[in-house]
């Protein structure tokens, strides 16, 4: 527990520093891809979240981006409720809980939620053997959406990856441009 906490910290103070880092253009460039709901101010912090927490699990920063405007319009202390009487928590709201302890702490900072979502995409590809369109509707919804699609289901999640895929496109076109 003590080495987990450590990494977080580690990993905030990462975010702090890389956030003063971000070229102003480059923060503008992603706020034009949601500008209801990124300021110049928020969108480096996301950027430097979703940047740190890409390198330190190997994932894809605009990817990441992508699933926290879709989960969560980009904000970190998000609570929604799940069926089950489940809840999913933070930016990138990664996995459905009924432990209120594990939600706190996904919802401490963005670097807490951008790591848990990091992860459990992470997770999702390993699963899927590197499979970018099984990690995401595992991520979307786990091995039931994984099988439901593949059935030939006519279900909204399994539009999931497309969805992800094309606002990650966005986002790498506009920061690319900057």
């Known amino acids: 527990m003590h080495d987990a906490i450590s990494m977080l910290l580690l990993l905030d103070l990462l975010v702090l520093v890389a956030t003063v880092l971000v070229p102003p253009d480059r923060a503008d460039a992603l706020s034009t891809t949601a500008p209801h709901y990124l300021t110049r101010d928020s969108a480096s912090l996301n950027l430097a979240a ?16 992508s699933i926290a405007h879709h989960e969560s319009r980009y904000a970190f202390r998000v609570v929604a409720p799940e069926p089950g009487r489940k809840i999913s928590c933070g930016v990138m709201t990664p996995e459905p809980t009924h432990d209120l302890e ?3 702490e996904t919802t401490s900072s963005i670097a807490a939620g951008y790591l848990a979502g990091a992860r459990h995409l992470r997770h999702w590809f390993d699963v899927c053997h590197g499979n970018r369109r099984c990690a995401l509707l595992g991520y979307a919804g786990g091995y039931a959406l994984i099988g439901a699609c593949a059935r030939g289901a006519q279900l909204r999640g399994c539009l999931a990856p497309d969805v992800f895929m094309t606002r990650a496109a966005l986002i790498d076109h506009r920061l690319g441009a900057s």
């Not at 979703?50 to 994932?59: M, P, R």
């Open 50 to 65: 979703s940047t740190v927490t890409g390198l330190a699990t190997g994932t894809d920063p605009a990817l990441l981006l």
């Open 102 to 104: 594990a939600c706190r």
